[in-house]
């Protein structure tokens, strides 16, 4: 069956502007995470949702917000874009969202100029 | 809140053993998690520890202590593939997913 897909793979972006990312989970998985990743720090947890409610959020400024569609599939939103947001981020489905394993998708790099 | 704590980077030859240590704080504790990520790829899913002890699967090993909130990643006859980032993540009960900065794993021939 179809992976995780997240589109757009690369975005260039200019400060201030604000940025809509997508993530298809597979078929059947309820739970949608995302996640930050910078060099260095890792995997930033930012949101997860389930069944289209926001269920954990990690601690990032109100600027990042997400939601969830009836289908599972997932949008993150980051307005007025700040240098510090350039990274790669990531998108992870699970059926329930505590399960076993998380399938990742192969992320969005967004570059903030 | 929830921190996890692991070594940045390990370097060992082909054919080592490399042990790759992972402490953390959470509440609701669900279980422990290993991924393994290459430049430019996405994370892949390497073992989970719900309970305590060792779970094998294939060279590489994954240990879990509850009461010392403490697990390992082993990997045994180190190939050259291996080299990537490893990354510990603690679940809760209510599906957060939290991940650890990761260790980079060099093999040298």
């Known amino acids: 069956k179809a992976g995780v897909t997240q589109t757009p793979r690369y975005l260039i972006k200019t400060r201030g502007q604000q940025v809509t990312l997508s993530c298809s989970p597979i078929s059947g998985h309820r739970s949608v995470s995302w996640y930050q990743q910078t060099p260095g720090q890792g995997l930033q947890f930012l949101f997860e949702?389930?069944?289209?409610?926001?269920?954990n959020k990690g601690n990032f400024p109100g600027r990042f917000s997400g939601r969830q569609f009836s289908n599972s599939r997932s949008e993150m939103n980051v307005s007025t874009l700040e240098l510090g947001d350039s990274a790669l981020y990531l998108c992870a489905s699970s059926p329930r969202g505590k399960d076993t394993e998380a399938f990742f998708g192969q992320g969005t790099r967004l570059t903030v100029v | 809140g929830q921190s996890l704590e692991q070594p940045s980077e390990v370097t060992a030859v082909e054919g080592a053993i490399v042990q790759i240590n992972c402490t953390y704080q959470?509440?609701?504790?669900?279980?422990l998690s290993w991924y393994q990520q290459h430049d430019g790829g996405a994370p892949t899913f390497l073992s989970y520890n719900a309970l305590d002890g060792l779970e094998e699967t294939g060279r590489f090993s994954s240990f879990l202590s509850r009461s010392d909130s403490y697990g390992y990643l082993l990997l045994q006859e180190l190939q050259m593939k291996d080299s990537a980032s490893y990354f510990c993540a603690v679940g809760n009960s209510w599906g957060k997913l939290q991940f650890g900065a990761g260790t980079q794993v060099v093999v040298t021939p």
């Open positions: 959470t509440s609701g504790f669900y279980g």
């Open positions: 949702y389930f069944s289209e409610t926001q269920r």
